[in-house]
Nanobody
Framework: QVQVVESGGGLVQAGGALRLSCTISGGNFDDGFDDFALGWFRQAPGKEREGVSCINWSGTRTQYTDSVKGRFNISRDDGENKLYLQMNSLQPDDTAIYYC???????????????????WGRGTQVTVSS
């Protein structure tokens, strides 16, 4: 059974930083973590879920939504089955539940479109105070 578990969220003042982590285990992830494209999504209260960042199976391609470019950095550690999101210069508009997601790389390379992803975590809350 596949488990996707996010951690690292919390309360931070505007201008601060957080590092989110995601561990994915079970199923094909145990032997083939690098067969999957990975992504971070977020959903703020009263808003639709949006793609924040993605990284392809080899880590050679990344993509960011415009509002986080230059502030967020996505990375992966295939040896540890982990995905990270370093978030700097956080703003109140970054407040949301952040979700980790994975998709088989034979389907996509890197995508900010939620329906492209098959596996999802339950999310971690990020709150940025002004």
């Amino acid at each position: 059974q596949v488990q996707v578990v996010e951690s690292g969220g919390g309360l931070v003042q505007a201008g601060g930083a957080l590092r989110l982590s995601c561990t994915i285990s079970g199923g094909n992830f145990d032997d083939g973590f690098d067969d999957f494209a990975l992504g971070w999504f977020r959903q703020a209260p009263g808003k639709e879920r949006e793609g924040v960042s993605c990284i392809n199976w080899s880590g050679t391609r990344t993509q960011y939504t415009d509002s986080v470019k230059g502030r967020f950095n996505i990375s992966r550690d295939d040896g540890e089955n982990k995905l990270y999101l370093q978030m700097n210069s956080l703003q109140p508009d970054d407040t949301a539940i952040y979700y980790c997601a994975a998709a088989p790389s034979n389907g996509i390379d890197c995508s900010l479109d939620g329906p492209d992803f098959d596996y999802w975590g339950r999310g971690t809350q990020v709150t940025v105070s002004s």
